[in-house]
C-alpha cells in the first residue's frame, strides 16, 4: 500500500532558527513529490520534485529529493512568524489516475 | 483569476440529509479530484476524474457521488450525511499528470 509519512508532526521553534521538516514514502511506480503549505485554507504550493539530488529553491526555502533513500526534506531559513503553518507533502505514482497521495503533515509554529 | 472555486464555505446538515457541494475550475484542467482532511488524517481522495465523463473512487468513497459532465465542473454528492463526514472538503485540479494541484478553498461540513 503505498504510503507518505512526515515527520515531525509539529515543531515550534524561534523567528530566525532553521527547519528541517522530513517527508519519507513509499509508493508503487514513483512519479513526483510536492511540498505544499496550508494555512488556515487552501493548500498552497511550494515545489515540485522529480529528480533526486537536484534543489529546488524559492527564498528561503528550499528542498531535495532522494529516490534511491525514498525521502524528501524542506529546509526554511531564517523563519519568521508568517512561516507558520502546516507543511504537507503529497507523492504521485504512476497509475492510470497519477493521483496525489498526502502525509498528514507537519504543524510549524514561529515565535517571535 | 478564479482558479478553484468552492461553494458553500460553511455548511451545516443533519444526519440523513443530502447535499451537493461545488466545485468548479476556470483553468481548462482535466484533472480534477475531491478530498477530505480530518485531524491527524492529512488530505485523504474521495473521487476524482481525469476528464469530462470519466470518474473512478479514491481511498475513501463510500457515502458521496461525483459527476463530470463538464471539463469545468466537478459536484460531490453526500447521499445520507453521517456524522462521520463532518469534516472540511478540498476539491482540486491539475492540467495533467506531473503537474501542481490547485486547490479550492474548503468547504467546512458539519453533521449532526
Known amino acids: 500500500e503505498d504510503k507518505v509519512v512526515q515527520s515531525p508532526l509539529s515543531l515550534v521553534v524561534h523567528e530566525g532558527d532553521t527547519v528541517t521538516l522530513n517527508c519519507s514514502y513509499e509508493?508503487?511506480?514513483?512519479?513526483?513529490l510536492l511540498w505544499y503549505k496550508q494555512e488556515k485554507k487552501a493548500p498552497t504550493f511550494l515545489f515540485m520534485l522529480?529528480?533526486?539530488?537536484i534543489e529546488k529553491k524559492s527564498g528561503r526555502l528550499s528542498s531535495i529529493l532522494d529516490k534511491k533513500e525514498l525521502f524528501s526534506i524542506l529546509n526554511i531559513t531564517a523563519t519568521q512568524t508568517g512561516d507558520s503553518a502546516v507543511y504537507l507533502c503529497?507523492?504521485?505514482?504512476?497509475?492510470?489516475?497519477?493521483?496525489?497521495?498526502f502525509g498528514t503533515g507537519t504543524r510549524l509554529t514561529v515565535i517571535p | 483569476n478564479a482558479g478553484v472555486t468552492q461553494t458553500p464555505k460553511f455548511q451545516v446538515l443533519k444526519t440523513g440529509q443530502s447535499m451537493t457541494l461545488q466545485c468548479a475550475q476556470d483553468?481548462?484542467?482535466?484533472?480534477m479530484s475531491w478530498y477530505r482532511q480530518d485531524p491527524g488524517m492529512g488530505l485523504r481522495l474521495i473521487h476524482y476524474?481525469?476528464?469530462?465523463?470519466?470518474?473512478d473512487q479514491g481511498e475513501v468513497p463510500n457515502g458521496y457521488n461525483v459527476s463530470r459532465s463538464t471539463t469545468e465542473d466537478f459536484p460531490l454528492r453526500l447521499l445520507s450525511a453521517a456524522p462521520s463526514q463532518t469534516s472540511v472538503y478540498f476539491c482540486?485540479?491539475?492540467?495533467?499528470?506531473?503537474?501542481?494541484?490547485?486547490f479550492g478553498q474548503g468547504t467546512r461540513l458539519t453533521v449532526v
Open positions: 509508493v508503487t511506480n514513483f512519479r513526483s
Open positions: 483553468m481548462n484542467h482535466e484533472y
Open positions: 522529480t529528480s533526486s539530488g
Open positions: 482540486a485540479s491539475r492540467r495533467t499528470a506531473n503537474t501542481e494541484a490547485f
Open positions: 503529497a507523492v504521485e505514482a504512476r497509475t492510470g489516475a497519477n493521483n496525489l497521495f
Open positions: 476524474s481525469v476528464g469530462a465523463g470519466i470518474t
